[in-house]
């Protein structure tokens, strides 16, 4: 009798089981099947056992040689096809229509005994084509759906191997749950599939719910029958197939053991293949974060906002659950929130964790990568994974020092297969992208003070007597350090001068810090050198009673015989997360270089002089000079690093040093009211600072043309302030400007000072 032939209208689910229906009867022949998507399902299985594919009108022609086609739907997407087809004259029926005449057709047949023909029939054919799959996913599908059809089983799975956790791992399954599949791990040697991989020998079960080799809590509990075959090729294991029947099912013998493991041997090569082709998809997603982390270096952004914006990018590329960076602080074993993908970042603080214990402390303080999964304990004590498993992975950060810490979660084995291959390159890389946003945070601190630095001469100069000088310095003083409040002791031969910022209004709290400041100022008189005290815990368990402050810093400022002076500074508040909270070396570094401004402002404006010289604002400002110096090698290194330019430039009020000399205290304060007045004028990411009593600098980031318009404001404030005291006289006291550029015609600090200078 001649074979019926049919055609399947669809590529979905429902047609492929049509598929394998008609497939398998040899009394029908499948002329073709139609969708308009080439990647669906029924169509990438007809492609691999040869049936002819369409996706576009030159179906109808091929169709209507068929005695009918079988469509699951009558509505939907297909019916234009349908339509056409009918109009075609072309019998259309449902799939219980076609099963109707499918019984029809063979009843009253006499049933030959003959041999179960393996499905797919021409399996050499189907796997010369698989070959062209390059997904993983669809690849491990169409393997697993030969080889469960081949024996007639229901369900089964495709383990694979993982060399990093030398796990195997589900990396196909039919007849599973999602949440099996994508937790399940099997050590080598456990359990049936672990046996197999151990052994390299195909394993034949029946009455698995008796079995020792199942572990209890599977989620299958009717299997019947299975086999399990070794993937390998050589001596390198690639994984393990297995396929099972379920109760009221036929059981698998020997013959089918013999059949998969047959498959199994044509399989391993391809799945070899593929794995080799995986490793360009993982030096794609390599190349896929570096691009990333090198777009990050360009973006003008909050510290802050570069990190949530990684660990986002880092979790949807690697597929991960959660991704968490910690970053170091400058207080040793203290870590802050870089960011995270799950993080909204309101623009406020970052949260600080002490690294003391825990996970995350092994990954920091020990640089050790630490590897968790979560487990459930049973009544008998023993320890299980859980189905639904997330795996923790923290990794530690480094460029030489310690930098802080990465933390992945992945629930999918196959994305933590994935990133287990990348994790040494991705470290290397988020370790150095930390390192140049740490660096440059600390940078930017540094840029900042030394600002702050530049200004205290032209202040304290401006000040007509040492009492007035003694009251602005704590006010100046405690914010270059970052002190919440502070106080300043000046001891003379003759005469005594103290003045306090920051402190409370309340009288009551206000005697209690003054009782503690003045037993502050008797240590310091004591000891007479430079410290830093702190008291972490206010235990009063542990103190009787507990100080008024949490860190605080004394520094001595002597000045010969004549003086004595002293700053005491209490509870830092740091800058941000990153900064310490207590005071340290940097912050006595930077009282350090106070010392150096105001010693030489305190000797001029004490009571004894006698035949001492006072000192010239021109000299002061000498340690001006040499901060705008090294703020310049600053810049320059920055703009080597980050291929961007910037813009020194330099104003003259022609005249200012000759009027200086005629009316010091009036000139000083047009050059402090001209500070204040700048100031507001600038930039905060511009710096600016006095240099010569008659010229200040600006350094600035931004483009020229925006250049020329602070220049003219700036040259419009002095002209207006210089007019204002009757002093403005054309040509003779008068602003000016010059400008040099980098890079451009010089090369250090020093020259760029010259080149705009000469441009006056």
């Not at 006010?475 to 306090?500: C, N």
């Not at 000192?615 to 901060?627: A, C, T, V, Y």
């Not at 002095?718 to 602003?735: G, H, M, Q, S, V």
């Given at each position: ?537 206010r235990d009063i368990g542990t103190y009787d009673n507990p100080p008024p402050y949490r860190s605080l810093v004394i520094y001595p400022f002597i000045g010969a015989r004549e003086f004595k002076a002293y700053f005491i500074g209490y509870d830092r508040v740091p800058g941000s997360p990153l900064d310490s909270s207590i005071f340290g070396t940097y912050e006595l570094d930077l009282l350090s270089r106070i010392s150096e401004i105001i010693l030489p402002i305190l000797h001029d404006s004490g ?154």
């Open positions: 009798m001649e074979a019926a032939k049919i055609a399947i209208l669809g590529g979905g689910e429902d047609e492929l089981n049509i598929l394998s229906e008609y497939h398998r009867d040899s009394g029908f022949e499948i002329i073709g099947i139609y969708d308009r998507d080439p990647r669906a399902i029924a169509m990438e299985v007809a492609e691999i056992i040869g049936v002819s594919v369409y996706i576009d009108r030159s179906f109808l022609q091929a169709f209507q040689q068929a005695d009918y086609v079988v469509v699951s739907g009558r509505g939907g997407p297909y019916n234009e096809e349908i339509g056409m087809l009918s109009r075609a004259g072309v019998k259309i029926l449902s799939p219980s229509e076609a099963a109707s005449d499918m019984a029809d057709s063979t009843a009253g047949k006499e049933e030959e005994p003959s041999e179960r023909n393996p499905w797919p029939k021409h399996l050499e054919q189907a796997l010369q084509y698989i070959n062209r799959i390059t997904d993983r996913d669809r690849l491990l599908k169409w393997l697993l759906e030969i080889s469960v059809r081949a024996v007639e089983a229901s369900s089964g799975s495709i383990m694979l191997h993982s060399e990093q956790t030398g796990e195997l791992y589900i990396g196909y399954a039919i007849g599973l749950s999602d949440v099996v599949i994508s937790s399940t791990r099997q050590k080598i040697g456990s359990g049936i599939a672990g046996k197999v991989a151990e052994t390299g020998q195909a394993i034949l079960v029946h009455d698995l719910v008796d079995n020792p080799l199942y572990r209890d809590g599977r989620e299958r509990e009717k299997i019947s029958s299975s086999v399990s075959a070794p993937l390998a090729v050589g001596e390198t294991l690639i994984g393990v197939l297995n396929v099972s029947t379920s109760e009221g099912e036929r059981k698998l013998e020997e013959n089918d053991r013999g059949t998969i493991e047959l498959l199994a041997s044509k399989i391993s090569p391809i799945l070899a293949q593929h794995l080799r082709i995986d490793t360009e998809k993982i030096r794609d997603t390599e190349f896929r974060i570096r691009n990333f982390i090198e777009s990050l270096f360009q973006r003008d952004i909050e510290f802050h906002d570069k990190f949530l914006f990684l660990c986002r990018a880092l979790a949807d590329i690697l597929s991960a659950d959660t991704v968490t960076i910690y970053t170091a602080t400058d207080e040793g074993d203290w870590l802050i929130l870089g960011g995270s993908d799950q993080q909204i970042h309101d623009g406020g603080r970052a949260p600080r964790i002490h690294c003391i214990k825990g996970s995350l402390a092994r990954s920091y303080i020990n640089r050790e990568e630490v590897m968790m999964t979560e487990a459930n304990h049973d009544a008998g004590l023993m320890i299980s994974e859980r189905r639904d498993a997330i795996t923790s992975i923290y990794i530690p950060l480094e460029h030489d020092d310690p930098l802080g810490v990465a933390l992945f979660e992945f629930s999918s084995l196959d994305s933590l297969e994935n990133f287990l291959k990348i994790k040494d390159v991705l470290r290397f890389q988020l370790g150095f992208f930390v390192y140049t946003q740490l660096r440059e945070l600390r940078q930017a601190r540094k840029m900042y003070s030394l600002e702050d630095l530049s200004s205290l001469t032209p202040a304290l100069m401006g000040a007509p007597s040492l009492r007035d000088k003694i009251i602005m310095l704590p006010e100046l003083i405690s914010p270059i350090i970052g002190a919440s409040r502070g106080s300043f002791h000046f001891i003379g031969t003759s005469e005594e001068e103290k003045s306090y910022h920051g402190f409370p209004e309340d009288e009551q709290e206000w005697s209690a810090l003054r009782t503690c400041d003045e037993h502050m100022l008797t240590r310091a008189l004591d000891k007479n050198k430079p410290e830093c005290i702190t008291f972490l815990s009571v004894e002089k006698k035949d001492r010289k006072a000192s010239s604002f021109d000299d002061l400002l000498r340690s001006n000079q040499k901060i705008l110096l090294e703020r310049l090698n600053e810049e320059i290194e920055r703009a080597e690093r980050y291929h961007h330019g910037f813009i020194v430039t330099l104003y003259r009020i022609n005249g200012l040093k000759e009027n200086l000399r005629t009316d010091y205290n009036t000139t000083l304060e047009i050059i402090n009211e001209l500070s204040v007045g700048i100031r507001k004028q600038v930039r905060k990411t511009d710096y600016f600072s006095w240099i010569e009593p008659e010229i200040f600098a600006v350094i600035s980031l931004e483009s020229h043309h925006r250049i020329e318009f602070l220049e003219r404001r700036l040259l419009d404030l002095i002209e207006t302030a210089l007019k204002n005291r009757n002093l403005y006289i054309e040509n003779e006291i008068f602003p000016e400007s010059a400008y040099a550029l980098y890079p451009g015609g010089s090369e250090t600090s020093a020259e760029l000072i010259t080149e705009a200078k000469n441009r006056f």
